[in-house]
């Protein structure tokens, strides 16, 4: 079964810095693209980017660009999304999901609250 | 930078129902369109990608249609778990979704 996994709910303040994980299973990970996306409680889904895990280029949404960093590791089929410096305005919840253009499956989802 | 709307923002409808949600792209994506349908609380789930193929396992009331700019997801018979919101999705160039569309009763 293609699974996707991610990593517990997090509660941070502002300034700190946070790493989120999408831990997938069930097929060649280095084949496929893993696409994040993020949503606000109660709003719809933005794109942050996406990482090829075959040798980690990446595209970032340009409303976001700087602010967040896609990587991999595929020793262990896990992707990462980070921050060096999270903002209120980060408190989302994030989602990875397989797939340069169709997203499928998704995983379950990270909530991550940003608040002083 | 490509840009999604959807109609109607929400509608309400019954069991049994015919409803049909509309998308629209400020530019021409050819068929790079999908569909996902959101549950409170759950991941989205993709129903429909190349505009008009039906993702393995989901049932064949769902359909969808268009090119270019205009594309719309039907839903001919209107179950219990079909509540839910729907999103659409470009891809031709990067990614962009649609505001959502709440289907209640």
């Known amino acids: 079964e293609v699974q996707l996994v991610q990593s517990g709910a997090e509660v941070k303040k502002p300034g700190e810095s946070l790493r989120i994980s999408c831990k997938a299973s069930g097929y060649s990970f280095a084949s496929y693209w893993i696409t994040w996306v993020r949503q606000v409680p109660g709003k719809g889904l933005e794109w942050i980017g996406r990482i090829d895990p075959s040798d980690s280029y990446t595209n970032y949404n340009p409303s976001l ?28 919840m994030y989602f990875c999901a397989r797939g340069p253009n169709w997203l499928d499956p998704w995983g379950q989802g990270t909530l991550v609250s940003v608040s002083s | 930078d490509i ?4 109609s ?98």
Request: hydrophobic fraction near 30%.
């Open chain 1, 65 to 92: 660009q700087g602010h967040v960093t896609m990587s991999v590791d595929k020793s262990i089929t896990t992707a990462y999304l980070q921050w060096n410096s999270l903002e209120a305005s980060d408190t989302a």
């Open chain 2, 3 to 6: 840009q999604m709307t959807q």
């Open chain 2, 8 to 105: 109607p923002s929400s509608v309400s409808a019954s069991v049994g129902d015919r409803v049909t949600i509309t998308c629209r792209a400020s530019h021409d994506i050819k068929t790079w369109l999908a569909w996902y349908q959101q549950k409170p609380g759950k991941a989205p789930k993709l129903l429909i990608y190349g505009a008009s193929s039906l993702q393995s396992g989901v049932p064949s009331r769902f359909s969808g249609r268009g090119s270019g700019t205009d594309f719309t997801l039907t839903i001919s018979s209107l179950q219990t778990e079909d509540f839910a919101t729907y999103y659409c999705q470009q891809a031709n160039s990067f990614f962009t979704f649609g505001p959502g569309t709440k289907v209640d009763f």
